[in-house]
């Protein structure tokens, strides 16, 4: 004979599983759980940080490397520069006509015409005719 009741208490066969049961303050602020998931992961990170300590101290010396050379390069093009400005004040110096005739006059006597010192030769006459 079955017997049904609809007043008695009902029990699940199964239990139930909610967002509740995950997020109990309980649970949380219980670190033996914990404990045993961070020591594995504390001797890995034991094990890569002096090597990233390495890797890190390597990168920042040849960064350092390379702006002390780029420094230098800037420096002696900037060397090369001050250079090539004298040497073109020089030049403009030099050929200057003031320094031309200046030149011309002492190292072969040459002095700037008078107008009637140069004649041009007239091939027709056969004779020199000077501009006035």
């Given at each position: 004979?079955?017997?049904?009741?609809?007043?008695e208490?009902?029990?699940?066969s199964?239990a139930?599983?909610?967002?509740?049961q995950y997020?109990?303050?309980?649970d949380?602020v219980?670190l033996?759980?914990?404990l045993?998931?961070?020591?594995?992961v504390g001797?890995?990170?034991?094990?890569?940080?002096?090597l990233?300590?390495?890797?890190?101290?390597?990168?920042a010396?040849?960064?350092?490397s390379?702006?002390?050379?780029i420094?230098?390069?800037?420096?002696?093009?900037?060397?090369?520069?001050?250079?090539?400005?004298?040497?073109?004040?020089?030049k403009?110096?030099?050929?200057?006509p003031?320094?031309?005739?200046?030149?011309?006059?002492?190292?072969?006597?040459?002095?700037?015409?008078?107008?009637?010192?140069?004649?041009?030769?007239?091939r027709?006459?056969g004779?020199?005719?000077?501009?006035r």
């Amino acid at each position: 004979m079955n017997y049904n009741n609809s007043s008695e208490a009902y029990m699940r066969s199964v239990a139930k599983v909610g967002l509740r049961q995950y997020f109990r303050p309980g649970d949380l602020v219980d670190l033996s759980g914990w404990l045993v998931l961070w020591k594995p992961v504390g001797r890995v990170l034991l094990m890569i940080f002096p090597l990233v300590l390495i890797i890190n101290m390597f990168i920042a010396s040849e960064v350092t490397s390379v702006e002390r050379s780029i420094v230098s390069v800037d420096n002696q093009r900037h060397e090369l520069m001050d250079k090539n400005i004298e040497m073109l004040a020089r030049k403009a110096r030099l050929w200057a006509p003031v320094n031309i005739q200046k030149l011309a006059g002492e190292k072969l006597a040459l002095q700037i015409d008078s107008g009637d010192q140069v004649g041009r030769f007239n091939r027709r006459s056969g004779s020199f005719s000077y501009p006035r």
